[in-house]
């Protein structure tokens, strides 16, 4: 590999902190992930060849992919999804988009979905028929620090512990936050703390 990443090996195997496998085993999953660390092995490099150095045949021409399949949505432009029981899916780029669906939702029952993990414990209303997809929108993942923080809704566990981190370093009035830093440690592994939002995930009408 030309280029590593700057995660070492440590790092990467306690990101993997609460991950069941049931198939193969956490070793070799494990390993292909700690050959991209800083400070890996050559000969674990070695073994797990980089996928983009893997011969990619498409299986329509049999010729070597030119990768022209997908192209990628326009960031800019929200999508709408139709369902049957008169349910919607949005998926918002900006505040002024939400404002703009809620100002047509009337009185339908809605749900502002960030993350949504908290489903399996808190069961949704079962009436709910209008989803907006939240978590694209830049404006909810700013900060501040000053005489409070504050957070966007937007802002993972783990932009959220780096803040207070920032804010511990900075101001002493603070410090109480490095106790924050070791219970989110402490209740959420690194895959959830990236994908959990620091805010209510969801709001109903």
Request: with cysteine; proline share 3%.
């Amino acid at each position: 590999m030309e280029t590593k990443g700057h995660a070492d090996m440590k790092e990467i195997e306690n990101s993997f902190g609460g991950n069941i496998c049931r198939c193969t085993g956490y070793r070799p999953i494990l390993d292909a992930f700690k050959s991209m660390a800083n400070d890996a092995d050559e000969k674990l490099v070695a073994l797990c060849k980089d996928i983009e150095d893997l011969d990619k045949v498409c299986p329509k021409t049999g010729s070597p992919c030119a990768g022209l399949c997908h192209k990628p949505a326009d960031p800019k432009q929200g999508i709408h999804l139709s369902f049957d029981e008169d349910k919607e899916w949005y998926k918002v780029y900006s505040v002024k988009d939400v404002m703009s669906i809620l100002d047509k939702a009337g009185s339908k029952e809605y749900m502002l979905v960030a993350g949504n993990t908290a489903h399996g414990v808190y069961r949704r209303s079962q009436t709910i028929s209008l989803f907006i997809d939240i978590t694209d929108i830049e404006e909810l993942r700013s900060y501040t620090i000053g005489d409070n923080i504050e957070i966007g809704a937007n802002v993972s566990l783990t932009e959220t512990m780096d803040i207070f981190e920032k804010a511990a370093a900075t101001n002493p009035n603070y410090e109480y936050c490095r106790q924050l830093i070791k219970h989110i440690d402490l209740v959420a592994n690194v895959p959830v703390r990236n994908v959990i939002q620091f805010s209510s995930e969801s709001s109903t009408n």
